[in-house]
């Protein structure tokens, strides 16, 4: 006899859709995906922000699961043998204090949040031509903010007209602003892990395209200055950030290749701003037009990149999570970015004073990034030295002087042709065992006697007899190298210092930002009271002696590194 008493549905409702979903990975289904009970290599995008120690769940923000959930006692489960406890990850009862967004309340396991299988918000997932035209607008905003950097190399007459200083002064103009990249990253960076990429870029680049028109229309030298720090600090935000969007999109296994190209973006974007302003300069004898034709630039850069979605995987999830909290009830569902809440202090520690620490306490750090330095500084001295040398020796306009520049973009692009080759073998040293950093170094030693051979070539021809393209092919020389070395240098340090790996490239950054706005200022000095031939030559035997890092530390950098690194 069937009963005809019916069900009370009021007392038990039927489960939502998105309750539906909230259920965690298994033990099986996570070792089938390949958590083990070793943690895996952070990557060097990973949030640095409050994460002192080695995080819980580094897989969580590459990692495809099924659920899009891994529960807390899951981890501990499969980990048992390893760091992971109950303490590090934190209990229930304390949830609530780890993020504000989380409601009051909770008493359940704490679950992370992870990308679904096949996740379209994953950027992984996009399209190849997609992800290779988000690197492409990345490169753009890099040679977009190097480009506006040296404008003003291509009129330092103009500013001492206008403003009735020395040359010394005009050129401080473009030093300045690459002060301002020294000292943007340090907010740019940290913000970024807080709120995401996209906003930053939005924020910063808006200033940076605001703060051009002070700059056409100031009236007087120390408001030029001001502004021109103020367009470095806002605009460094794609110095320090592009390289992470880049990283974002591509595995570790694709970015080498789109890294390798990126790489080539600082150092070609300063190289096209003489050449541009330079035919400013001789056409309308207009400074202003400097600063709008840059300002419609950065603007036109601005929207490009505003209308890219967010690519970096903790925010994406963070949200996510504050979805899945409201949807579900649950103030439990959180991402381990979530379970630490930085304080200022937390900020100003990793952001400020960790690179600084390293600075001071890391030598093999120090001597990459004065490698790096150096190169860095002569790629501006040239800025100074063609004026003094084809304006002296062929009395070049500043249009002509800019097309001098040319050929170190051709130099690039030869570096670039190079790189697939480089990649493709050290892919081939991966498939054959475990690669160190030092396997990182092969487009360095191709690149590093360039750099050298360039100022030697560029002081042997600096006669008024032998043919410009004598001392102009030195560019060639020299963007070859450069790029080589860059991208050889930058992959060196990111594999040297894995874990903290994002406070060596901002002590890169630093350094490599003091040492281009420094060399500017006695370039043209150091040309006049040397001569042409000595003040190249001085260089050249400079390059000599750093040539020797990158062959040191690829010959005994695995011992130097176990003496000498302290992290």
Request: glycine letters at 8%.
């Amino acid at each position: 006899m069937s009963s005809t008493i019916p069900e009370d549905h009021s007392e038990k409702p039927e489960p939502s859709h998105a309750q539906h979903q909230l259920v965690a990975e298994t033990q099986e289904s996570l070792r089938n995906l390949g958590i083990s009970e070793t943690h895996a290599a952070l990557d060097y995008n990973y949030p640095t922000i409050g994460h002192d120690s080695d995080p819980i769940f580094p897989e969580e923000y590459t990692l495809e699961t099924n659920t899009g959930l891994v529960s807390q006692k899951t981890l501990e489960q499969i980990r048992s043998h390893s760091s992971v406890s109950s303490t590090q990850i934190g209990t229930p009862a304390n949830a609530n204090e780890l993020n504000t967004d989380l409601e009051k309340g909770g008493n359940g396991p704490i679950e992370f949040v992870t990308f679904t299988t096949h996740d379209p918000e994953h950027p992984y997932n996009w399209s190849r031509a997609y992800r290779w035209y988000i690197t492409l607008v990345a490169s753009a905003l890099v040679v977009c903010v190097a480009f506006g950097s040296s404008i003003v190399t291509g009129g330092l007459g103009l500013i001492e007209e206008k403003y009735n200083v020395s040359l010394e002064v005009a050129i401080l103009t473009c030093s300045i602003m690459v002060c301002g990249f020294a000292v943007g990253p340090l907010l740019w960076s940290p913000l970024s892990e807080i709120i995401g990429r996209r906003p930053v870029y939005i924020i910063s680049l808006g200033l940076y395209v605001i703060f051009n028109i002070p700059c056409a229309l100031s009236p007087n030298i120390g408001g030029l200055l001001v502004c021109r720090f103020l367009c470095g600090v806002f605009s460094s935000s794609g110095l320090s950030l592009a390289g992470g969007t880049i990283a974002d999109i591509w595995s570790i296994e694709e970015r080498g290749m789109a890294i390798a190209y990126f790489a080539a973006a600082p150092y070609c974007g300063p190289v096209l701003g003489p050449i541009v302003t330079g035919w400013i300069n001789v056409g309308s004898h207009r400074l202003d037009l400097f600063f709008w034709v840059n300002l419609a630039f950065a603007g036109a850069i601005m929207i490009l990149v505003g209308l890219v979605p967010e690519t970096y995987a903790p925010v994406i999830l963070k949200r996510r999570a504050a979805r899945l909290r409201k949807e579900s009830g649950n103030p439990n569902i959180i991402t381990e970015q979530e379970t630490t809440k930085p304080t200022l202090r937390d900020i100003a520690r990793t952001s400020l004073i960790r690179p600084i620490t390293m600075i001071m306490t890391e030598p093999v750090l120090d001597l990459m990034c004065m490698y790096i330095v150096l190169i860095y500084a002569m790629l501006y001295a040239f800025f100074f030295a063609y004026p003094v040398i084809f304006g002296k020796l062929y009395g070049y306009n500043d249009g002509q002087i800019g097309l001098m520049f040319i050929p170190i973009l051709i130099g690039a692009a030869f570096a670039l042709l190079l790189t697939p080759a480089i990649e493709n073998h050290f892919r081939k040293i991966c498939s054959a065992r475990s690669p160190t950093p030092e396997d990182r170094l092969l487009a360095a030693l191709i690149g590093a006697p360039f750099i050298p051979i360039a100022f030697f070539l560029l002081g042997a021809t600096s006669y008024k007899h032998i043919i410009w393209v004598g001392p102009a092919s030195s560019g060639i020389a020299f963007g070859f190298g450069m790029v080589l070395c860059y991208y050889a240098v930058n992959n060196y340090i990111i594999d040297s210092y894995q874990k903290y790996a994002a406070s060596a490239l901002a002590a890169k950054v630093f350094l490599r930002s003091g040492g281009g706005a420094a060399f500017p200022l006695f370039t043209t000095q150091m040309y006049n009271r040397l001569g042409l031939q000595w003040a190249s030559w001085l260089l050249a035997f400079i390059g000599v002696a750093m040539v020797f890092i990158p062959y040191v530390f690829w010959l005994f950098g695995g011992r130097l590194r176990a003496k000498m690194s302290h992290e």
